[in-house]
């Protein structure tokens, strides 16, 4: 078990087995901010989020 760096809740990680981020998406560029480490799965579906409109907009800004 490890603590979700966004929000401290307790979830099961496995970094090095087969861990339930390794089946999201891949495209998420690795932080290195206050939230770099392993995050829940809730928090991590919300940065997903976060990220996906961000660059959503950035591009139709530039285009």
């Known amino acids: 078990m490890t603590r979700c760096k966004k929000c401290d809740t307790e979830f099961p990680c496995q970094p090095d087995g087969a861990c339930w981020c390794m089946e999201k998406p891949r495209g998420l560029p690795v932080p290195t901010d206050d939230y770099a480490g392993c995050l829940c799965p809730n928090c991590l579906e919300g940065v997903s989020k976060e990220y996906a409109d961000r660059n959503k907009a950035e ?4 285009g």
């Open 59 to 62: 591009l139709s800004c530039n």
